[in-house]
Nanobody, 125 residues
Framework: QVQLVESGGGLVQAGGFLRLSCAASGLTFSTYAMGWFRQAPGKEREFVAT????????GYAGSVEGRFTISRDNAKNTVYLLMNSLKPEDTGVYYCAAPSRPLLYSRHSSEYPYWGQGTQVTVSS
């Protein structure tokens, strides 16, 4: 059974930073790409970032590129999202997700059947 547990959310002022973590279990983590998505109040869930099973391929939404960095530690079965220069529009629930099969690298939430419970990020102006 795949389990994903996020942590690291909180309240931060605009311009600040947070680092989210996602601990994974129940899958061979080192063979899976991982993704981060977010959902703002009243909006649909959207793609934020993804990292391939080996960290050679990284993908970001245009709205976060240059400010957010996704990384992973395969020895710890953990993926991270470092968020710098946070803006109020970054507010939302952030979800870690794993795709349906090893090696699949995608920005589309429909290809991610495994989700964490989410962690709230609130950026005040």
């Amino acid at each position: 059974q795949v389990q994903l547990v996020e942590s690291g959310g909180g309240l931060v002022q605009a311009g600040g930073f947070l680092r989210l973590s996602c601990a994974a279990s129940g899958l061979t983590f080192s063979t899976y790409a991982m993704g981060w998505f977010r959902q703002a109040p009243g909006k649909e869930r959207e793609f934020v970032a993804t990292i391939s099973w080996n960290p050679d391929n990284l993908g970001y939404a245009g709205s976060v590129e240059g400010r957010f960095t996704i990384s992973r530690d395969n020895a710890k079965n953990t993926v991270y999202l470092l968020m710098n220069s946070l803006k109020p529009e970054d507010t939302g629930v952030y979800y870690c997700a794993a795709p349906s099969r090893p090696l699949l690298y995608s920005r589309h939430s429909s290809e991610y059947p495994y989700w964490g419970q989410g962690t709230q990020v609130t950026v005040s102006s």
